[in-house]
């Protein structure tokens, strides 16, 4: 079966500009979480969504936010984008919330200049 | 503040060689402890580990969970230069302002 999807690969932006990411889910899915990964963070915590509903959280501004749609599909947007907003933001799915693991996709490279 | 530990943080050995990677976290109510290897840019999932003491394993890779030390250890036998990548361990808590907490990996590299 497909894998989890996001697009679009790679992306340069100029600060102040916004930016929206999409994610879609391994089919049956319905939990999908966002990450930023950064060389010297690691896999910073973005935001958790299962049936349309944010459901956790992490400690981003208020610049990040997402949304998911009735076909479990999601998209992040980060708006007026700083240097160091570029990273490598990695969707994950699950089957749903609890204990059953992720699978990521490859990620959207966001460069902002 | 809940936290995932790595260690070390970086390794390189030579192919043939045995490995151990720890982790070690302090999370609120702990559910799971998850191992990812990451060699370009999709982490692609190990095992999960939710009991303490029973082993994982799967060819040259096996890992175990000691909850009473709060930690796991990730080992690889027989190390191929293909195992170079880095090692992501994610623990899953109830903190309620995230789903898993990653630590920032090791990064191993295995010469040939």
Sequence with gaps: KAGVTQTPRYLIKTRGQQVTLSCSPISGHRSVSWYQQTPGQGLQFLFEYFSETQRNKGNFPGRFSGRQFSNSRSEMNVSTLELGDSALYLCASSQEVGNYGYTFGSGTRLTVV | ?112
């Design chain 2, 1 to 112: 503040e809940d936290k995932v530990v790595q260690s070390p943080l970086s390794l390189v050995v030579h192919e043939g060689d045995t490995v151990t990677l720890n982790c070690s976290y302090e999370v609120t109510n702990f559910r799971s402890l998850l191992w990812y290897k990451q060699e370009k840019k999709a982490p692609t999932f190990l095992f999960m580990l939710t009991s303490s003491g029973i082993e994982k394993k799967s060819g040259r890779l096996s890992s175990i969970l000691d909850k009473k030390e709060l930690s796991s250890i990730l080992n690889i036998t027989a190390t191929q230069t293909g195992d170079s990548a880095i090692y992501l361990c994610a623990v899953e808590g109830t903190s309620g302002t995230y789903k898993y907490i990653f630590g920032t990996g090791t990064r191993l590299k295995v010469l040939a």
